[in-house]
């Protein structure tokens, strides 16, 4: 995985013109808003969001940003596998959930803690479900 991020790193603006617009587009779906998504992204500034919405293959690659792209990327995707009936798939972040892990909160709750853990975690739960755990 840490060669990978390095590959990725190197290659900037390219990997982050087709990543960003995959993300933005997830969070569409999901029907986030400017201040969820940058929760989700980990940023602080709301111009930031909008000029990487705008110009994504000007953003700044980083591990971090690589890292909750990743958990994103693999929670959209368990979430197709699990319930691939695509608007139940988006409902289910947002359908309170009495798995200990979100104590009767809605999963996106727990993704907007703001941690890369708390991605982590959601990413782990859904792959869980998806081995038969």
Same mark, same amino acid.
């Given at each position: ?25 997830? &969070? ?30 000007? !953003?700044? #690659?980083? $591990? ?22 695509? !608007?139940? !798939?988006? /409902? ?9 892990? &979100?104590?009767?909160?809605?999963? #996106?709750? $727990?993704?907007?803690?703001? /941690? ?8 782990? &739960? #859904? ?7």
């Amino acid at each position: 995985m840490i060669a990978q991020a390095e590959q990725l790193l190197q290659r900037g603006s390219s990997v982050t013109s087709s990543l960003l617009p995959a993300i933005f587009n997830i &969070f569409s779906q999901w029907r986030l808003t400017g201040a969820q998504q940058m929760t989700l992204l980990g940023l602080s500034n709301e111009k930031t969001l909008y000029n990487w919405k705008n110009q994504p293959e000007k !953003a700044k #690659l980083t $591990r971090d940003l690589l890292e909750r792209a990743s958990y994103i990327l693999g929670i959209y995707k368990s979430l197709q596998i699990l319930l691939p009936d695509q !608007a139940l !798939a988006d /409902q289910w972040l947002a359908t309170p959930n009495d798995n200990p892990l &979100f104590n009767g909160t809605a999963p #996106l709750d $727990r993704l907007l803690a703001g /941690q890369v853990v708390d991605l982590a975690a959601v990413r782990n &739960f #859904l792959d869980a479900e998806r081995s038969g755990w």
